[in-house]
């Protein structure tokens, strides 16, 4: 038997066709020809992505120009927060509905339900709108809170307190606080628009079973209570993974880990579990997301202050 190799650059694919000696070497019959076709086909068909390919590659395989080089960090870090912006662009509006476990020291746990409408903004300089709104328990029935995103100047916030029967503004200066007692913070659940940040790319790397960009990036807010932020964002579907948050001191304060994402509408990703991990005091929030609704009707008159009124 004469064993011919068909070569190929991806290890992971090696075919080998055998084909039957005849008397004159050099001839082969119609058979073996359409043998030989087939495999080659069948070779191209196989072809499996290595694990370790290189990020060049794994973004021109997913249909992106390729990204600023190594040589360019700020250049290289933005463009990876605008494709994840840009994947994102369309969903017009949402709702759905979270639980919130708060978890303290100790490892006691209390849960609150909550839903979350967001409003897709298209302007320049403007930043999505966003409603939280608490249903259980029945201490917290009825908070709400009403967030208007900007690029270049302050957020607007709103809280709606049925206890008292009042909207309160949210100071600009105060939104580093913990929001409703957990490890979140009122600027964390404002919508996280690019313009707010600077960005440095630092590197590329293994993150769980896939390749993630890591980025560093500085809040543009001057009462932002981060110094900085650091960003795994995963290189096939450019959406974010871990974010790690350093206190004014630069000191590591908190981690989010975003797991258990979802395509909707055949291009929406959507995180259903995010576990913010406080490193100083050793309290954590989870918050688990179900029942998104994408296009659901909502108009910018579900977001104004006389909306939070109504929300319960």
Same mark, same amino acid.
């Given at each position: 038997?004469?064993?011919?190799?068909?070569?190929?650059?991806?290890?992971?694919? *090696?075919? &080998?066709? $055998?084909? #039957?000696?005849?008397? %004159?070497?050099? #001839?082969?019959?119609?058979?073996?020809?359409? $043998?030989?076709?087939?495999?080659?086909?069948?070779?191209?068909?196989?072809?499996?992505?290595?694990?370790?390919?290189?990020?060049?590659?794994a973004e021109e395989l997913a249909g992106l120009d390729?990204?600023?080089?190594?040589?360019?960090?700020?250049?290289?870090?933005?463009?990876?927060?605008?494709? &994840?912006? *840009?994947?994102?662009?369309?969903? $017009?509006?949402?709702?759905?509905?979270?639980?919130?476990?708060?978890?303290?020291?100790?490892?006691?746990?209390?849960?609150?339900?909550?839903?979350?409408?967001?409003?897709?903004?298209?302007?320049?300089?403007?930043?999505?709108? /966003?409603?939280?709104?608490?249903?259980?328990?029945?201490?917290?029935?009825?908070?709400?809170?009403?967030?208007?995103?900007?690029?270049?100047?302050?957020?607007? %916030?709103?809280?709606?307190?049925?206890?008292? @029967? *009042?909207? @309160? #503004?949210?100071?600009?200066?105060?939104?580093?606080? +913990?929001?409703?007692? /957990?490890?979140?913070?009122?600027?964390?659940? /404002?919508?996280?628009?690019?313009? @707010?940040?600077?960005?440095?790319?630092? *590197?590329?790397?293994?993150?769980?079973?896939?390749?993630?960009?890591?980025?560093?990036? &500085? +809040?543009?807010?001057?009462?932002?209570?981060?110094?900085?932020?650091?960003?795994?964002?995963?290189?096939?579907? !450019?959406?974010?993974?871990?974010?790690? !948050?350093?206190? #004014?001191?630069? %000191?590591?304060?908190?981690?989010?880990?975003?797991?258990?994402?979802?395509? !909707?509408?055949? @291009?929406?990703?959507?995180?259903?579990?995010?576990?913010?991990?406080?490193? %100083?005091?050793?309290?954590?929030?989870?918050?688990?997301? /179900?029942?998104?609704?994408?296009?659901?009707?909502?108009?910018?008159?579900?977001?104004?202050?006389?909306?939070?009124?109504?929300?319960?």
């Open positions: 038997m004469t064993r011919f190799s068909i070569p190929d650059a991806n290890p992971i694919v *090696r075919l &080998t066709v $055998n084909l #039957r000696e005849e008397n %004159q070497p050099m #001839r082969m019959n119609a058979l073996n020809l359409h $043998n030989m076709a087939l495999a080659w086909i069948i070779a191209a068909m196989l072809v499996i992505v290595p694990v370790g390919i290189s990020t060049a590659i390729t990204l600023p080089g190594a040589d360019d960090p700020a250049a290289r870090g933005l463009a990876i927060a605008q494709e &994840t912006e *840009r994947r994102d662009v369309g969903f $017009n509006n949402t709702s759905a509905n979270m639980q919130m476990i708060l978890t303290n020291a100790y490892g006691e746990t209390s849960e609150r339900e909550l839903r979350n409408l967001v409003l897709e903004i298209t302007e320049d300089n403007e930043g999505d709108w /966003s409603l939280i709104v608490f249903d259980k328990p029945r201490d917290v029935d009825g908070t709400a809170l009403l967030s208007y995103a900007h690029i270049l100047d302050p957020d607007d %916030q709103w809280m709606y307190l049925p206890a008292v @029967k *009042r909207v @309160k #503004r949210i100071s600009s200066v105060n939104k580093s606080g +913990p929001f409703m007692g /957990s490890e979140f913070a009122f600027e964390d659940f /404002s919508s996280q628009e690019v313009g @707010k940040y600077s960005y440095n790319w630092l *590197r590329d790397e293994a993150c769980g079973d896939r390749m993630c960009h890591v980025t560093e990036r &500085t +809040p543009l807010y001057e009462h932002s209570g981060y110094t900085r932020q650091i960003a795994w964002t995963d290189t096939t579907d !450019y959406q974010p993974r871990t974010i790690e !948050y350093y206190d #004014r001191k630069d %000191q590591l304060l908190k981690t989010l880990t975003m797991t258990d994402y979802r395509l !909707y509408e055949d @291009k929406h990703w959507r995180a259903h579990d995010l576990f913010m991990e406080n490193h %100083q005091t050793g309290k954590n929030t989870r918050l688990v997301w /179900s029942d998104f609704v994408f296009q659901a009707g909502l108009t910018e008159s579900d977001f104004t202050t006389n909306a939070l009124k109504r929300a319960r």
